[in-house]
């Protein structure tokens, strides 16, 4: 059997998952310990990112003709992706997560939506709470003032009522 045969089904899975990432970061994990490891896929696991490690030939392949080939300068030396599905900063704020304690994990780099992110902003990107935060902090934000709105009516229907 040859080796492009042997290679070709590796391609086509990180084909299926780059078809539904909404992100890929890039990352460097060389010298983690196998439980940081552990810790990584299993925090990754929970927040919904698949996290992989497969060659750089076969994620450049995969890449061609995608936003993601984007990333294709970042693939050298031992990497591993994680790719957002659900969540575009999801594997960014996870990675960064586990880095706290895992300081061998180097970032490499990032496509987000189609835009291309350094190191550096990729540990921007981290930052930004999930998109769940985000809608019930606006949403706790609206509802202070309706709720404001609603006691001075009821003040002003118990003065009328006196």
């Known amino acids: 059997m040859a080796k492009v045969e042997l290679k070709q089904p590796i391609v086509e899975e990180i084909k299926g998952f780059v078809a539904q990432a909404q992100s890929v970061v890039v990352v460097d994990y060389r010298g983690l310990t196998v439980e940081q490891d552990t810790q990584l896929r299993k925090a990754c696991r929970e927040a919904g990112v698949v996290y992989k490690v497969y060659k750089n030939t076969m994620l450049k392949r995969a890449f061609e003709g995608t936003d993601f080939a984007q990333l294709e300068q970042t693939l050298e030396g031992p990497t591993a992706v994680a790719f957002g599905m659900e969540d575009a900063t999801a594997p960014a704020r996870v990675l960064n997560q586990v880095a706290k304690t895992a300081d061998k994990l180097e970032f490499k780099g990032a496509v987000v939506e189609g835009t291309l992110y350094d190191v550096a902003g990729v540990k921007s990107l981290a930052n ?9 902090k606006l949403l706790g ?13 009821n003040q002003i229907a118990e003065q009328k009522e006196a």
């Open 141 to 153: 934000s609206m509802q202070s003032p309706i709720a404001n709105f609603a006691r001075v009516i």
């Open 128 to 136: 930004i709470p999930s998109r769940e935060v985000l809608i019930s």
